[in-house]
């Protein structure tokens, strides 16, 4: 006896991203690396870079800690280190 293939004719609903855009730059989710979503609020991944880089700098003193965590989120690490 010859098994049964299942068939469908159902069409499959291929659901498309829903755009989402940065509350702080209102770039959409297409157009940056990363979306960050919160209740009511999006950030994407380059403003939270400058946020973090503001969080950083506002003191004035750049300890060299903090000069690592700014050098490795902009990628500008030297190789030499």
Not at 5 to 32: A, G, I, L, M, W
Request: with cysteine; charged share 25%; hydrophobic share 35%.
């Amino acid at each position: 006896m010859k098994d049964k293939k299942v068939v469908s004719f159902e069409k499959k609903h291929h659901k498309t991203p829903d755009v989402e855009y940065c509350s702080f730059c209102k770039r959409p989710n297409t157009q940056v690396p990363k979306m960050v979503k919160g209740p009511g609020v999006n950030i994407c991944s380059e403003c939270v870079i400058i946020a973090t880089q503001y969080l950083i700098l506002q003191d004035g003193l750049m300890s060299a800690d903090a000069q690592k965590i700014l050098d490795l989120l902009w990628g500008t690490s030297s190789k030499n280190e």
